[in-house]
T-cell receptor, first 115, second 114 residues
Framework: AQSVTQLDSQVPVFEEAPVELRCNYS??????LFWYVQYPNQGLQLLLK??????LVKGINGFEAEFNKSQTSFHLRKPSVHISDTAEYFC?????????????FGRGTSLIVHP | DTGVSQDPRHKITKRGQNVTFRCDPI?????LYWYRQTLGQGPEFLTY????????KSRLLSDRFSAERPKGSFSTLEIQRTEQGDSAMYLC????????????FGSGTRLTVV
């Protein structure tokens, strides 16, 4: 079974600064990778996904992530954050080999943007 | 299409009562997933449907939990004899090949067992 490690439980950053949220997953032959954002008392919203092809994936709200197969990582980055980016961010991986594509989620990283 | 809908948004119940939640997925999506999320944790997989068939269940899904997806459309998740440990956010997600398996989540049902 897949596992996902989000190395930072909380990341404080000042507005307009760059940010990187780290995600590592257990190795598998082939995977789909996702980043989701969750605002308080809401469901999860898809930021971006990696299915195949280019290892640099661009998503909504100016976020991007880079798939690194050798390091089994999928770190999320944004060059300049806004107050409105304050939220919980979840990395997820689904194993393509089994056919069920069930996403496994990390524990989340709380991004706190200070003015 | 308004996305994935979950009903109710909030449910408070007394310990020992039964509760049922509903999820209406995006209409073209053939796959539907239920997750449970507790405070400070990521979503944990409960069960998965492809069309009307329940193909996989997590060990988290005790015999007090049952899920159905009649006719491959909406799904229900029932918890019998609720316990305080069942208090959580219950999330539903759906996906399909046409979305390249990008999962769309509903807003969740927050269950509080008192």
């Amino acid at each position: 079974a897949q596992s996902v490690t989000q190395l930072d439980s909380q990341v404080p950053v000042f507005e307009e600064a760059p940010v990187e949220l780290r995600c590592n997953y257990s190795s598998s032959v082939s995977v789909y990778l996702f980043w989701y954002v969750q605002y308080p008392n809401q469901g999860l919203q898809l930021l971006l996904k990696y299915l195949s092809g280019s290892t640099l994936v661009k998503g909504i709200n100016g976020f991007e992530a880079e798939f690194n197969k050798s390091q089994t990582s999928f770190h999320l980055r944004k060059p300049s954050v806004h107050i409105s980016d304050t939220a919980e961010y979840f990395c997820a991986v689904s194993d393509r080999s089994g056919g069920s594509y069930i996403p496994t989620f990390g524990r989340g990283t709380s991004l706190i943007v200070h003015p | 299409d308004t996305g994935v809908s979950q009903d109710p948004r909030h449910k408070i119940t007394k310990r020992g009562q039964n509760v049922t939640f509903r999820c209406d997925p995006i209409s073209e999506h053939n796959r539907l997933y239920w997750y449970r999320q507790t405070l400070g944790q990521g979503p944990e997989f409960l069960t998965y449907f492809q069309n009307e068939a329940q193909l996989e269940k997590s060990r988290l899904l005790s015999d007090r939990f049952s899920a159905e997806r009649p006719k491959g459309s909406f799904s229900t998740l029932e918890i019998q004899r609720t316990e305080q440990g069942d208090s959580a956010m219950y999330l539903c997600a759906s996906t399909g090949r046409q979305d390249n398996y990008g999962y769309t989540f509903g807003s969740g049902t927050r269950l509080t067992v008192v």
